[in-house]
């Protein structure tokens, strides 16, 4: 069976004053159906760029240079901007990190998703908005009549986001992608989200492209993780086989920095240094500047090195232990 | 409590009218803080922790009379803040700083490091010739150099310039640092070396810290003490052992349980906190929590729960758990 979404050899370089900035090198990556997908990362990491990319909303000056993204193996980039936006909130929906900027503040929520669904599909009012009220329903919103007629700044930030969710929802997609969807909500809402994520996934099979920067949240929600490191994946696996058993040295320095790994009245361990501001310009390995276990062969670009069954890591000490 | 209180607060209440004239009747009042009393003990880190509008960041400028209180009492180091003004307020000032969160933005764009790190020591009237060897002794301390101070804010990256922000506050050699999300901007593994900073600085000079955070991993791996905040009230406060590990009041058990954490997967199970916080501009009456609380019971609605011990360092503001306790 063909995957949901495969991304191949994704480049993205922005034009600026100082040169090109290439800040996407090499992403490749598998969503199947029906999974949590995990996208983790620090900021400038490429994460959101490459999310925007799979529905060609890259901001200009920014564009894809090089790479394939086939969905249900239809390479989306070969698609007209008229044919994109019948994937954009139709197959493919996306959820942002502030629902209170993506939500219109002059229109009331009824109608912002009505438009959405009419833009889709060809129903009577009378119909769209039966169906509205049922998707508002399904996202656990209190009394959806209300909600319908409300103005944006009338809801809280997780009744915003749960808004969201059915927008993303209303025209039935098989992918979403949810950017960073509970970073601006407080801990009990965005536990709540999660959950509400993670029910949509189970129980009516859409796979989620969740982007983070909290391991904490893949941890709870996805199925499957990549790694990103200055526009680089470094390491794929499995969430249990990650957390339990990180092979790439970002990724370990990544857990080891979160406070709870670490005993109390112990120091962090922090990984020294910064992120390369032009990391498409480095020829070797993208880490090496900050990685302690560096070594001569790190003057090279490592490819992905396979290292068990669903985990890839990009360093050479795994290919040495796996090949010998 | 055996050792000394640099602060102590005493029902502090914090209200923020709403703009809206007479004409459209009576004006609304957000309860930002109520009846608040807590200690910072000398050398001590607390946390406090709270979701967003709970009023941790109002309670840590309350202390520094960055907004003034609308009623209760602040001493800091045996003077009365809130009856303060003027210079000597200004001059108290120099012995209680605060780092804010986004240093890009408490930062001036305009002026270059240097610049901004010599604004308090003139503000201070200390004399000209100690500014250069204090600025360059904590620049190093913080881990920079003095190459820089010419930058200007947009040419150091954000983990460089909170240890500015952080470099800048401890100038005046202060007593107390209250440090209000100082780490939230940042990245983890950047997040990581600014809170071993504060830990070595803390141990090293003997500061006192009100680090007020939404993360309670931050909170819990650098605070003593911790208090919990809902709506405007202390909800909880203990010592951080017993609060991650027996918390008394249902929103703590709540908050503790709604934190992702590495290597646990608990979205398919756990009966979560339902619905929102309400808004502080009509609290709910009695037990401000009732309204979301897994196990209020009627008594909840008609009586509002103080703080009582519930443990050998900790108190917590519920009727239940105290029944339960006693």
């Not at chain 2, 709403?18 to 009393?37: C, E, H, M, T, Y």
């Not at chain 2, 000032?93 to 605060?98: D, N």
Request: charged share 20%.
């Amino acid at each position: 069976m063909k995957p949901l979404l495969d991304i191949q050899n994704l480049h993205i370089a922005f034009d600026t004053s100082c040169g090109k900035l290439r800040v996407v090198n090499d992403i490749s990556l598998v969503i199947e159906e029906g999974q949590i997908f995990g996208l983790v990362g620090e900021s400038g990491c490429g994460k959101s760029v490459t999310s925007l990319a799979i529905l060609q909303l890259i901001p200009k000056p920014g564009h894809i240079t090089h790479g394939k993204i086939l969905f249900r193996g239809d390479d989306l980039l070969a698609k007209s901007q008229r044919e994109m936006q019948q994937v954009r909130g139709g197959k493919i929906a996306m959820i942002f990190q502030d629902p209170f900027t993506s939500l219109n503040p002059v229109f009331k929520v009824g109608r912002q998703l009505l438009d959405v669904i009419r833009q889709h599909h060809k129903i009577d009012k009378k119909e769209a908005k039966k169906r509205v009220l049922s998707t508002l329903d399904s996202v656990d919103l209190p009394d959806v009549e209300r909600i319908f007629e409300s103005y944006p700044h009338e809801l809280s930030g997780g009744q915003q986001q749960r808004v969201m969710i059915a927008m993303a929802l209303i025209s039935e997609p098989s992918l979403i992608i949810a950017d960073e969807p509970t970073t601006a909500l407080d801990v009990t809402i965005q536990a709540q989200i999660l959950r509400l994520l993670r029910q949509l996934c189970d129980e009516r099979g859409i796979s989620i492209l969740l982007i983070t920067h909290d391991l904490g949240v893949i941890s709870e929600v996805c199925d499957k993780v990549t790694v990103l490191y200055a526009g680089a994946v470094v390491e794929t696996a499995s969430t249990d086989e990650l957390l339990a058993n990180p092979q790439h040295p970002y990724t370990q320095g990544l857990l080891a920095a979160i406070p709870q790994s670490a005993q109390k009245g112990q120091a962090l361990q922090a990984i020294a240094g910064v992120v390369p501001a032009n990391p498409g310009a480095i020829t070797g390995c993208v880490f090496a500047s900050r990685c302690p276990h560096v070594y001569d062969r790190c003057e090279h670009k490592p490819s992905l090195f396979t290292i068990g069954e669903n985990h890839q890591s990009a360093c050479f000490l795994q290919e040495e232990v796996t090949h010998g | 409590m055996d050792k000394q209180a640099l602060v102590t607060v005493r029902g502090l209440v914090k209200h923020f009218p709403l703009p809206g004239g007479w004409l459209s009747g009576k004006r609304r009042i957000v309860q930002a803080l109520d009846n608040i009393n807590l200690d910072i003990v000398q050398g001590e880190v607390l946390g406090l922790v709270g979701e967003s509008g709970c009023g941790k960041t109002t309670l840590g400028r309350c202390i520094l009379q960055l907004i003034r209180p609308t009623e209760g009492s602040v001493q800091f180091d045996g003077d009365e803040l809130t009856q303060l003004r003027g210079d000597t307020l200004r001059r108290k000032r120099a012995h209680m700083q605060i780092v804010f969160q986004n240093p890009l933005v408490s930062l001036s764009p305009r002026r270059t490091i240097q610049q901004s790190l010599t604004e308090p020591l003139s503000t201070h009237h200390m004399p000209r010739e100690e500014w250069m060897p204090r600025i360059d002794a904590l620049m190093q301390r913080v881990g920079l150099g003095i190459q820089h101070l010419d930058r200007y804010p947009h040419e150091l990256s954000g983990g460089q310039l909170q240890r500015v922000s952080i470099a800048r506050a401890l100038l005046l050699e202060p007593k107390l640092l209250v440090l209000d999300e100082p780490t939230s901007a940042l990245d983890v593994s950047v997040q990581a070396q600014i809170i071993n900073l504060l830990d070595e600085l803390r141990r090293e000079i003997g500061l006192t810290y009100l680090f007020i955070s939404h993360d309670l991993s931050v909170v819990e791996h650098l605070s003593d003490r911790i208090g919990v905040m809902y709506l405007g009230k202390l909800v909880e406060i203990g010592n951080t052992e017993q609060i991650m590990k027996q918390p008394s009041h249902p929103y703590t058990k709540a908050l503790l349980q709604s934190v992702p954490r590495v290597g646990s997967r608990r979205m398919h199970e756990a009966p979560l906190l339902e619905g929102n916080v309400p808004s502080p501009i009509n609290p709910p009456s009695g037990c401000r929590f009732h309204t979301r609380c897994p196990i209020a019971e009627a008594i909840c609605q008609q009586s509002e729960p103080i703080l009582e011990a519930t443990g050998a360092a900790q108190w917590a503001a519920c009727h239940l758990t105290i029944k339960e306790t006693l």
